[in-house]
């Protein structure tokens, strides 16, 4: 075997950090399907701290100048953000049911869009695709929607869930498949 150069060592390192982030999203993904209320409290604080971040940027972003209207609404913009961050981090089981509520209707609209996309290309090849993607769609989003509140419990952790799984078992075959080109390339 020939000695390495340093692209193929980089994309030997590159590809191994790839394996280890997949196999961390698997983990978390199993983990999030398994109690999807602890991942689902997981998300609702997280969107709290990001519009906190968020609040705090356009406060920021105020003293940037820019004329009396842009600093006022950066002002108030940021002291929305604040405020619904701190309502979220303080009541995390109610941020969790709306953002659930808000998940279903995201969901649903969705549907219909892809429902409308579909009888607009039902000509196309591959149109059957968004046919079934706008009824999954619209039966996972009134699934939830009916469900409510009681769907808050597990419908985002067991998405969030799925989403990591997936994403992990993604990247580890990209991470694979670049390891054994790898391989191939320092023959």
Same mark, same amino acid.
């Given at each position: 075997?020939?000695?390495?150069?340093?692209? +193929?060592?980089?994309?030997?390192?590159?590809?191994?950090?790839?394996? *280890?982030? =997949?196999?961390?999203?698997?983990?978390?993904? *199993?983990?999030?399907?398994?109690?999807?209320?602890?991942?689902?409290?997981?998300?609702? +604080? !997280? %969107?709290?701290?990001?519009?906190?971040?968020?609040?705090?940027? #356009?406060?920021?972003?105020?003293? $940037?100048?820019?004329?009396?209207?842009?600093?006022?609404?950066?002002?108030?913009?940021?002291?929305?953000?604040? !405020?619904?961050?701190?309502?979220?981090?303080? #009541?995390?089981? +109610?941020?969790?049911?709306?953002?659930? +509520?808000?998940?279903?209707?995201?969901?649903? *609209? =969705?549907?219909?869009? $892809?429902? %409308?996309?579909?009888?607009?290309?039902?000509? $196309?090849?591959?149109?059957?695709?968004?046919?079934?993607?706008?009824? %999954?769609?619209?039966?996972?989003?009134?699934?939830?929607?009916?469900?409510?509140?009681?769907?808050?419990?597990?419908?985002?952790?067991?998405?969030?869930?799925?989403?990591?799984? !997936?994403?992990?078992?993604?990247?580890?075959? *990209?991470?694979?498949?670049?390891?054994?080109?790898?391989?191939?390339?320092?023959?």
């Amino acid at each position: 075997m020939a000695t390495e150069g340093p692209v +193929l060592k980089a994309a030997r390192s590159f590809s191994g950090w790839l394996i *280890v982030a =997949a196999i961390l999203f698997i983990v978390l993904g *199993v983990f999030a399907i398994i109690e999807p209320a602890v991942a689902g409290l997981g998300v609702a +604080l !997280l %969107v709290g701290w990001l519009l906190i971040f968020g609040g705090v940027s #356009h406060l920021i972003s105020a003293f $940037e100048g820019g004329g009396a209207r842009r600093v006022l609404f950066q002002i108030l913009a940021g002291i929305v953000f604040l !405020l619904g961050g701190y309502y979220l981090l303080t #009541h995390p089981l +109610l941020a969790l049911g709306t953002l659930t +509520l808000l998940l279903a209707a995201v969901i649903l *609209v =969705a549907g219909v869009c $892809e429902l %409308v996309t579909y009888f607009r290309l039902k000509d $196309e090849q591959a149109s059957g695709w968004m046919l079934l993607n706008g009824v %999954v769609a619209l039966l996972l989003g009134g699934m939830i929607w009916l469900q409510w509140p009681s769907s808050s419990i597990w419908a985002i952790g067991t998405l969030v869930g799925v989403n990591l799984l !997936l994403t992990g078992i993604t990247r580890l075959m *990209v991470g694979l498949t670049g390891r054994r080109l790898i391989r191939r390339a320092a023959l």
